[in-house]
């Protein structure tokens, strides 16, 4: 439908990746030296078909508590389950969002929306796990969520910054899983304060720090020879990494006190709009992944009184991430996602609420490859089930690790000899990318 | 150096008994550190025998015959033994979970008693710290979450329940039979915690109990044969259909006992009738599930997979009971499948139930399990040293599974009062003991050792009890009224949601939104941002997943964060303490045995004093920092 990356899509970076591509699928080879990665398996693994845009980074924006599809982009207006939500008219001739959302409908010429998906679980939790992990929730094994393996396949980008940040996140994420403690995530509890205890105290300045660094290492240096193990060692590289990321100018990605008040308003002074202007400064920065939790969705009763809000909130949000990627040039290369763990039931319950349903819910894509103006799937005429285009929470993850260039069919073995992939068996949905 | 001990521990003394410059009178300084009140009752801690020591004595000295004469067949040298100061170290980190206080190194080191590292040992294993430090070790092992499968589901009793069995020393059989084996709900019988983990997962909580109790591994033979071991897909099932009738719900459609119907329906129908815009979520419907939770018992009998692949049965056939290995009784009437499973189990004839908790406590003592890896023992594992494996097992029979007694044992061996070995251990490769391995601390150890620095009577600083929720929450849902509910669930919102004991706890000791307490004493699982979560301590999802490993989050967490800062303040135990010495020499030594447990080297002494010179009180200040931030602090040598 855009026809944006017409000419410049065999430029440079990318007409090698194209002939490599070539080369891999028409001879099975790599012309890809096994690189410098962080792990031997990954620099083997990185052989993977990529969509002609290849996406560098993600947000993944997660709607904690199951937000109701009916009420954001499968509205049901002509139906008593559509409740009080109109439909809007979008950008794109005879596609209609929930009214709610009229910048995203604006935009809807950017935006890849999926209508069916499903998912095998109400529980928020399990869903949630599912989601993030490809895998159901087992009680003998952690998997990784898909951030994890994005930095354990294809490296860091900025080798001071973590490979994937999560925003907001709870104390159930999954994390790195059974992959090792160097993918793991950082976690940000708040937007406006970001990355803990990278600030030092008021009285602490440089000159201070050096001093009490050189103490350590007066002080320890004893100990260290005595004890030179592998662990030992180990934690002298992150007190250096540690000090390197103090000192690295691109700490201030975390800061997002740098932006200019116009752009905080412009994203929404609220936890998912400074979530989504961090994850920007971050992406911007070269962090891989980067997560962004926004809770409020679990609508049991009085669905009414607050969905707007929120969902303005959200749009307002995505608009601004949307608009400020394109203009500073990342949004090509940066894949927007916004899933939720279930969606909610077309009958509207006796609290005027909306219950569990993970029969089916919507997702969105948008940016790096991306199709824009595009409704993947179908459900009936009140949102109860699919009719046309199944996809599972694998087939979403497996879409985003294809977009990323991750291979799909690699097993990674963990710790206790079990294989997994890391969209587990799910089919990436080609037909989205341009 | 006897000086110097002498010194700082003299000055310390005169202050402890209150004979210093008259500051009682004088108004305290204010503080922001939060101070303890010290009301708080833990109940009594059940005291090691002193009769016993004897015993003790002999069979450590056995334990040390055997591994010795491993180091001559195998041509170890082994390990210098562990001074003084530093034994002190280990013993309050190893059993104690956290360093031990300047008086305390004071008095350990300069008791002029041979047998004072034996009567440490015994006192530490009497001690609140103990119980503290073996309920994390636990919590790591059994994933202690408050709500484990859903918000209504409460655990809090089952926790206290934990930390009660490590006060009193119950025997380990009896405590695990209990645990295997009880019924109905949490605050009536805590013990059903255990079962209500594994909620709704009979299969998983199969693999998981023989994980944890027998060391053993089936978990992969719940889908397929075990590639690596023995175990075959029906043997699992076999194994799981004892477990399989072991219910965690009330049957809310069970018209005999619910008379009136569903209680939940019920009750929310009464609820909307009373006031049409009443919530019928929330809190109102937490506490009628909660009181839906209980474990009970119905036959129910447990079929082979819809894909079953092998030979020896087809899909949906119903297998019978059989234990993965040995004999079990039969099951009769009167009594449950789950209790024959329980007596089976925990049997002395059990050939892995009594070795793999001495494997267990021997790992925990010197890092490194005589069967590598401990949770994962197969018929062909052998031990790196048989002889000590049998005889510690054969020690724990004879004690009549008093765990505490056998670590008492382990603690007494020459074997674990050596110096931790300062290479890297290839486990590839048998070790034979020649001393404990150099660890990291646990997350727990370390968060607790730097409370222990930083506030006084950290034990006062207890989580809210869940003691008296019984009185609150406990309803006969066939008979309660919604109005009944409605009062019930205000009054538990009151005094035991997360909300309120949140607000309890933070009134009462936090500093700048850290609350205080000691990690046992902490809600679980923690936010992935806590400190706790930083250095390791696990979510509590999987068995045993708590790590050791470093990371740069960690050493920001130590150079920043809130609680190394509180250190440097005034109104913090170690500042106090410290500055309370008269001279810098005294000050500077007293810093160095409050976190390292030895005196400071020459070359260190004249590095802190000059920093002391150049920037004044500061200077203490920061030779504390840096010393926290050594790596001598966070590992036990």
Same mark, same amino acid.
């Given at each position: 439908m855009i026809m944006r990356h017409s000419h410049s899509r065999l430029a440079g970076q990318s007409r090698r990746r194209f002939i490599e591509s070539i080369a891999r699928t028409?001879?099975?080879?790599?012309?890809?030296?096994?690189?410098?990665?962080?792990f031997g398996s990954a620099a083997q693994a990185a052989v993977a078909a990529a969509p002609?845009?290849?996406?560098?980074?993600v947000i993944y924006l997660m709607m904690n508590g199951a937000m109701s599809h009916i009420d954001t982009f499968?509205?049901?207006? !002509?139906?008593?389950?559509?409740?009080?939500t109109k439909a809007i008219q979008t950008s794109v001739p005879g596609l209609k969002i929930a009214e709610h959302l009229p910048t995203l409908a604006s935009k809807m010429d950017q935006l890849a929306v999926i209508r069916s998906m499903t998912t095998e679980t109400g529980a928020h939790e399990q869903g949630r796990y599912l989601m993030r992990t490809s895998y159901k929730q087992i009680g003998t094994i952690r998997h990784p969520f898909l951030g994890a393996w994005l930095t354990h396949f294809?490296?860091?980008?900025?080798? !001071?910054?973590?490979g994937s940040v999560i925003v907001g996140?709870?104390?159930?994420h999954p994390r790195q899983?059974?992959?090792?403690?160097?993918?793991a995530p950082a976690p940000v509890g708040n937007p406006g304060t970001g990355?803990?205890?990278t600030k030092s105290p008021k009285y602490l300045n440089e000159k201070n720090f050096e001093k009490r660094r050189r103490l350590i290492n007066q002080f320890e240096a004893g100990f260290k020879k005595k004890f030179a193990t592998t662990d030992v060692k180990a934690y002298t590289e992150y007190y250096t990494e540690a000090v390197r990321l103090l000192k690295s100018? !691109?700490?201030?990605?975390?800061?997002?006190?740098?932006?200019?008040d116009s752009v905080k308003d412009a994203y929404g002074r609220n936890r998912i709009g400074q979530g989504c202007l961090l994850a920007r400064r971050l992406v911007e920065q070269g962090v891989r992944f980067v997560e962004v939790e926004h809770g409020?969705?679990?609508?049991?009763?009085?669905?009414y009184d607050s969905f707007g809000d929120r969902a303005g909130q959200l749009d307002t949000a995505i608009g601004a991430l949307l608009d400020d990627l394109k203009q500073r040039g990342l949004l090509n290369k940066t894949l927007i996602v916004l899933s939720s763990e279930f969606g909610r039931t077309p009958k509207i319950n006796a609290n005027a609420g909306r219950d569990h349903h993970p029969g089916c819910f919507s997702s969105m894509l948008a940016g790096a490859g991306i199709k824009g103006g595009q409704i993947y799937g179908q459900t009936d005429e009140i949102g109860k089930?699919?009719? !046309?285009?199944h996809t599972y929470p694998q087939d979403l993850n497996a879409t985003i690790a294809y977009a990323c260039g991750m291979p799909l069919e690699k097993e990674v073995f963990s710790p206790n000899g079990r294989p997994f992939k890391v969209a587990h068996e799910g089919t990436p949905l080609k037909s989205i990318y341009s | 150096m006897r000086h110097v001990f002498a010194s700082i521990f003299l000055s310390l003394i005169v202050i402890q008994s209150g004979a210093?410059? =008259?500051?009682?009178?004088k108004k305290p300084p204010a503080s922001k550190v939060p101070r303890g009140s010290g009301s708080v009752e833990w109940g009594p801690v059940t005291k090691v025998s002193g009769e016993r020591r004897f015993g003790v004595r002999d069979s450590a000295k056995k334990i040390d015959g055997l591994i010795e004469a491993g180091y001559r067949k195998n041509d170890v040298t082994p390990n210098p033994n562990l001074k003084d100061s530093l034994f002190c170290r280990r013993a309050y980190l190893e059993i104690g979970g956290r360093v031990p206080l300047l008086q305390e190194i004071g008095k350990f080191v300069q008791?002029?008693?041979?047998r004072k590292r034996e009567l440490l040992i015994d006192e530490l294993l009497s001690s609140h710290d103990y119980v503290s430090h073996m309920y994390n070790y636990w919590a790591d092992i059994l994933r202690?979450?408050?709500?484990? /499968?859903?918000?209504?589901?409460?655990a809090q009793p089952y926790h206290e329940w934990i930390k009660d069995s490590i006060r009193e020393n119950r025997p380990y059989d009896e405590w695990v039979h209990e645990m295997l084996t009880a019924e109905g709900r949490v605050w009536e019988n805590p013990a059903v915690g255990f079962v209500m983990r594994d909620s709704n997962m009979e299969l998983d909580a199969v693999d998981n109990m023989v994980q944890v109790f027998?060391?053993?591994? /089936?978990?992969?033979?719940?889908?397929?044969?075990h590639p690596f071991d023995k175990w075959t897909q029906r043997e699992y099932y076999e194994m799981a259909a004892y477990w399989?009738?072991?219910?965690?719900?009330?049957?809310?459609?069970?018209k005999k006992r619910f008379t009136k119907g569903n209680p939940l329906g019920r009750l929310r129908a009464e609820l909307k009738k009373m006031d049409?815009?009443?919530?019928?979520?929330g809190t109102f419907s937490r506490v009628i599930n909660a009181n839906l939770f209980e474990v009970w018992e119905q036959r129910r009998a447990l079929k082979l997979p819809h894909?079953?692949?092998?030979?020896n049965g087809k899909p949906h056939q119903v297998v019978s009971m059989k234990p993965i290995f040995g004999d079990a009784d039969a099951v009769v009437k009167g009594k449950s499948p789950r209790r024959i499973l329980a007596d089976w189990m925990t049997?002395?004839?059990?050939?892995?139930f009594a070795m793999n908790i001495a494997n267990r406590m021997w790992q925990k003592a010197f890092? /490194?399990?005589?069967?590598?890896?401990?949770?994962?023992?197969?018929?062909d594992s052998e031990a790196m040293n048989p002889e000590v494996l049998d005889f510690l097992t054969a020690e724990l029979i004879r004690l009549d599974f008093d765990v505490r007694e056998l670590q008492r044992i382990i603690f007494n061996t020459r074997t674990w009062q050596r110096?931790?070995?300062a290479k890297d251990i290839d486990l590839s490769t048998p070790y034979y003991?020649? =001393?404990p391995a150099l660890r990291r601390m646990s997350a727990e150890q370390i968060w607790d050792s730097l409370i222990t620095l930083a506030?006084?009577?950290?034990?006062?600083?207890?989580?809210?009890?869940?003691?008296?929720?019984s009185g609150t929450i406990d309803m006969d849902l066939d008979k309660v009224s919604a109005s009944e509910v409605l009062k019930i669930a205000d009054d538990f919102n009151g005094k035991f949601s997360t909300g309120a004991q949140r607000k309890t706890t933070r009134e009462r000791n936090s500093y700048k939104g850290m609350t205080l307490a000691r990690a046992s004493e902490l809600?679980?699982?923690?936010?992935?941002?806590h400190f706790l979560r930083q250095f390791g301590?696990?979510?509590?999802?999987?068995?045993?997943?708590s790590s050791r490993d470093g990371s740069v989050s960690q050493v920001l967490t130590m150079f920043n964060g809130e609680i190394t800062h509180m250190m440097l303040e005034k109104g913090s135990v170690i500042f106090d303490t410290v500055m309370r010495a008269p001279s810098a020499t005294d000050r500077i030594n007293g810093i160095f045995y409050s976190i390292l447990c030895r005196a400071p080297r020459k070359n260190e002494a004249d590095v802190a004093r000059n920093e002391v010179k150049s920037a004044g009180n500061a200077g203490y200040g920061n030779v504390i920092w840096a010393l926290i931030n050594t790596k001598e602090f966070l590992f036990i040598q």
């Open positions: 028409a001879l099975g080879v790599s012309v890809v030296p096994v690189s410098e990665t962080l002609g845009n290849k996406a560098e980074h499968d509205p049901k207006p !002509d139906k008593e389950e559509g409740g009080e294809e490296g860091k980008i900025n080798k !001071d910054l973590p996140g709870g104390s159930r899983g059974y992959l090792s403690a160097q993918v990355l803990q205890n100018p !691109d700490l201030a990605a975390f800061d997002i006190s740098k932006e200019e409020g969705w679990d609508n049991h009763r009085d669905i089930s699919i009719e !046309d285009g | 210093s410059f =008259g500051q009682a009178k008791s002029k008693n041979p202690l979450q408050d709500h484990p /499968i859903n918000n209504n589901q409460l027998l060391g053993t591994q /089936i978990g992969c033979a719940q889908c397929h044969d399989f009738g072991t219910r965690t719900r009330a049957n809310a459609r069970d049409p815009d009443a919530n019928t979520g894909d079953y692949q092998y030979d049997s002395r004839e059990n050939p892995r890092g /490194i399990a005589l069967i590598e890896p401990a949770n994962d023992i197969r018929d110096e931790a070995t003991f020649p =001393g506030v006084y009577n950290p034990k006062s600083f207890t989580r809210p009890s869940m003691d008296s929720v809600p679980t699982p923690l936010p992935p941002d301590q696990s979510d509590r999802e999987l068995m045993e997943t």
